[in-house]
């Protein structure tokens, strides 16, 4: 094994891999370099050793011709298990079907991926995201790598370890020459250890055409190692026949490797049939292979760069036409390679390519963006080449890859862009690229810019863009002058009752003004299954804004059992958020901290930082309601930081309502009045108003335990007619309390319909129980703090609970805090127990939460002691007992 000489140390953390893969823990590794340093003869070794140890060997080879054709690297690589076609649209969700896969029978898998960089972004997103979640599985993958900038960045994006094959030492590359030309003079020797540099392909290629050539090998010492070495493979090529040669650039060329499919394009080309045995020089001189099932397979890629490399325009563009000629049966790669084909600008094909990717884009997100990125190449409309850009950006935003968003914004030429596609674009700008948000001014030039639209004749483009902006406008407290004008464009565009985007945009745009009827008109959607679940999501943040958590998390998380079918995770931790964010202000933390868990871990691994920020406010919430400040501290100053510094300043009303909570958490009712108060002054950062809406529950708890309530009652009087104008639910429950707050009359309040309210009915029985304590009405004072000590508990909400257990014993009854197993679960535990104790299998949940079954089986098997069962029944039963009655 001469092409192994100096690897001892990477051979044997290849062995490793191997080994912890048949003892069930999966792992993958990278193999990175340069052109030659080694990375094939390594995933050799590995597939011998592999198979050696009675593992089953699933390999592909990346291919350039194929970068566009999704999913194609991962056809190959799964052809030996054709007999279990995937189904899903999505690379997660592909992946996960793929360790099922991988899971049955019982068997160690290694995934060996030849030139990974070449592979298309389908088959890469699929496999990356597969090889972080193969910890419980016996499976694993190496991947080999070119060094390169385009490399780099989908390294850093993937986070899998890697290791760097450097040159060899100057002792082993010269043990590898010699085995390889052990004849040569020293002079000639020493230049090609000279040249090769310690590149083990280059002593090996190098040193044989020496060998043969004498000094004329060594004649391009200017050229780089890896041109050289194309160069070397194409001098081999241009000594065989003329026919041979032609099938070898079509095999270069082609995304497929049928020998049956080369010879056809082949005769296609030269107008006669091409005969098998045209192809067996190259089989002779040992530059291709053809296997069993005449598939044909190039001894390195180098060579099929040097074929591509050194063909003229010319020819290339005649063998994919004569390649999409052959293709009739295949009209997905026929027309990429029509598409190759093209010799200039065509703005026919561009919108032939245009439709296949509407078409593909909310199921099969990586071929609509192949497809728009080809017809982006091919446009000839500025405009038209512009908006299939903003489309391209706007399908890698749902499929959730923030970088290839980032480089596709960077490539827009805004000057010919439509209005429509000038508007998304900068929401897309604001969302994805570090810049601090714009003022008021610019979004009224937006609002304009949409009513042009619409006066164009474009109306359904404008409504997408004004529903794009409208979560824009809800954080950035606008005037009243463009809140104005953002409605009336609105609704110049279609009534609340007309489209169902109307609704939330006015929701979020000018709740007050339109929220009541705009909520009338969500209570009617919400169960609309029909509608697609990125505007189910869009519709969710709607609702919450408004305080509707109810509706909101119905929406969100209908929207999200879709999305996680579709596998679009980008618009996913959107909807898990807002489930999240719902169920957090609502007082259940047993729910909201999973989801939320979830959202950041999901938005973090796809890139999308704000999101993930959202996910931990989200958090920070649950955890002050749970009673860890510290925890909740954290990720509100964290969150601060990142805010003040964007500029988003409305948003640190989302911090100041963690401060607090947690400040009521800690028994610190003044700092709790402070901090919750800082939204409702103008004078501050944290001012916004849309959020008064949702927060006036908890200044009005901390109004009562802290002797606020003359600086409460001026904030009711103002919210009082917001609450007739919006309908806002969570307004309505927060003057509720506030009023028995200033008025004492809990029983009032308490007979106010409190449906789906647990916590605030909860506060009120303790407020409620408390006063009866205080006035010496002891024995009716203990039925509403039993209560109230009940759903706290039930909530997770332990400081609360805790409080109404020290007003119960004040009245000399002692309730014991329950033992609560789910408090030692991750989050991601946590939300495996639930489903598992809802009677999904093992299967059913891995595809819920992107994870194998192997997996799934793994964490249950860690749950079960720790929340003390043996059982799915008995762990439901350990659930059931957690949850609100």
Request: glycine share 8%.
């Amino acid at each position: 094994m001469a092409g192994l000489v100096g690897r001892d140390d990477q051979i044997s953390l290849l062995g490793d891999l191997l080994t912890h893969a048949t003892e069930g823990r999966g792992g993958a590794l990278v193999l990175r370099g340069e052109a030659g340093i080694g990375k094939s003869a390594l995933l050799e070794h590995v597939v011998r050793a592999g198979r050696g140890r009675g593992v089953r060997v699933l390999g592909v080879t990346g291919v350039q011709a194929e970068g566009q054709i999704p999913y194609a690297g991962l056809d190959h690589l799964l052809r030996p298990l054709r007999a279990a076609a995937l189904t899903a649209d999505s690379p997660y969700r592909r992946a996960v079907e793929v360790l099922h896969l991988l899971g049955e029978p019982e068997q160690p898998t290694l995934l060996a991926v030849e030139d990974a960089h070449w592979l298309d972004a389908a088959t890469w997103e699929t496999l990356t995201f597969l090889c972080r979640r193969v910890g419980s599985d016996p499976v694993a993958v190496v991947m080999a790598v070119r060094d390169g900038e385009d490399v780099d960045r989908r390294l850093t994006r993937a986070g899998l370890p890697e290791l760097r094959l450097e040159p060899l030492h100057p002792a082993d590359a010269g043990t590898l020459l010699d085995r390889t030309a052990p004849r040569l003079t020293r002079r000639l020797r020493d230049r090609v250890l000279d040249e090769a540099a310690g590149n083990p392909l280059g002593i090996v290629e190098l040193g044989t055409s020496v060998a043969r050539l004498g000094d004329g090998a060594l004649s391009s010492s200017a050229l780089p190692l890896s041109t050289r070495m194309e160069r070397t493979f194409g001098g081999l090529v241009a000594d065989l026949p003329p026919p041979t040669r032609s099938l070898l650039l079509i095999a270069a060329l082609n995304d497929g490797t049928g020998l049956d499919e080369i010879l056809a394009a082949a005769a296609v080309l030269v107008g006669a049939d091409v005969p098998a045995e045209a192809i067996q020089p190259a089989v002779t001189a040992r530059l291709v292979a053809v296997d069993e099932r005449y598939e044909l397979r190039f001894r390195h890629p180098l060579l099929r760069s040097a074929l591509r490399q050194q063909a003229a325009p010319a020819d290339r563009r005649r063998v994919h036409a004569a390649l999409a000629e052959v293709l009739s049966a295949s009209p997905q790669r026929q027309l990429w390679h029509r598409a190759s084909a093209a010799s200039g600008p065509d703005e026919a094909l561009a919108r032939e390519l245009t439709d296949v990717a509407i078409a593909a884009a909310s199921r099969q997100a990586p071929l609509a963006l192949a497809a728009l990125t080809r017809a982006v190449q091919l446009s000839r409309d500025p405009a038209a080449r512009g908006h299939r850009q903003v489309s391209s950006c706007l399908v890698a935003h749902e499929q959730g890859d923030p970088h290839a968003v980032r480089r596709l914004l960077g490539e827009i030429d805004e000057s010919a862009l439509r209005r429509a596609d000038r508007a998304r674009l900068t929401w897309l700008r604001e969302t994805y690229l570090p810049v601090a948000w714009s003022g008021p001014e610019r979004l009224l030039a937006y609002a304009d810019l949409i009513d042009m639209m619409r006066r164009d004749g474009d109306p359904e483009r404008a409504l997408q863009a004004m529903s794009d902006l409208a979560l824009r406008v809800y954080y950035s407290n606008v005037p009243a002058p463009v809140r104005d004008r953002f409605t009336e464009v609105t609704l110049a565009l279609g009534s609340i009752d007309d489209d169902p985007r109307v609704p939330g945009i006015m929701l979020l745009v000018a709740p007050v003004e339109h929220g009541a009827a705009a909520l009338r008109r969500l209570e009617r959607l919400v169960h609309r299954m029909d509608l697609p679940p990125a505007l189910r999501s869009d519709l969710s943040i709607a609702a919450w804004a408004v305080g509707a958590f109810d509706l909101a998390g119905t929406f969100a998380l209908s929207a999200a059992a879709e999305l996680r079918a579709q596998g679009r995770i980008g618009v996913l931790s959107q909807a898990l958020n807002a489930a999240a964010s719902a169920y957090a202000a609502l007082g259940d933390t047993r729910a909201a901290v999973p989801l939320a868990a979830e959202c950041i871990s999901l938005a973090e691994e796809t890139g999308l930082p704000m999101w993930a920020l959202g996910g931990s406010l989200t958090m920070g919430l649950a955890e002050a309601l749970r009673g860890d400040v510290a925890a909740a501290h954290r990720r509100a100053e964290a969150a601060e930081q990142v805010l003040s510094a964007g500029r988003r300043l409305p948003m640190l009303a989302l911090v100041q309502r963690i401060r607090g909570v947690a400040a009521l958490a800690e028994g610190h009712p003044d700092d709790a009045f402070r901090q919750l108060m800082r939204i409702f002054d103008p004078a501050d950062s944290a001012y916004f108003p849309g959020h008064q809406l949702l927060v006036l529950g908890h200044l009005a708890e901390a109004a009562l335990l802290g002797g606020f309530q003359d600086e409460l009652r001026s904030v009711v009087r103002d919210l009082e007619p917001v609450a007739v104008r919006t309908g806002s639910p969570s307004l309505r429950v927060g003057l509720g309390y506030a009023r028995a707050v200033l008025g004492g009359d809990y029983r009032a309040a308490l007979a106010k319909d409190l449906t789906g309210w647990p916590f605030d009915r909860a506060r009120l029985q303790l407020a409620y129980g408390t006063a009866l304590r205080r006035a010496q009405r002891v024995t009716e004072s203990r039925p509403p703090l039993r209560a109230a000590a009940a759903t706290f508990d039930a909530l997770g909400v332990t400081p609360w609970a805790d409080r109404a257990r020290a007003e119960l014993r004040a009245t000399g009854e002692t309730r014991r805090r329950p033992t609560d197993a789910l408090t030692a679960l991750t989050p991601q535990e946590q939300q495996i127990a639930r489903l598992a104790a809802e009677g999904l299998s093992n299967r059913e949940i891995g595809a819920h939460l992107f994870l194998s079954p192997r997996t799934v089986s793994t964490h249950l098997y860690r749950i079960y002691p720790k929340v003390h069962v043996k059982s799915r029944a008995e762990l439901a039963r350990v659930i059931t007992s957690s949850d609100v009655r």
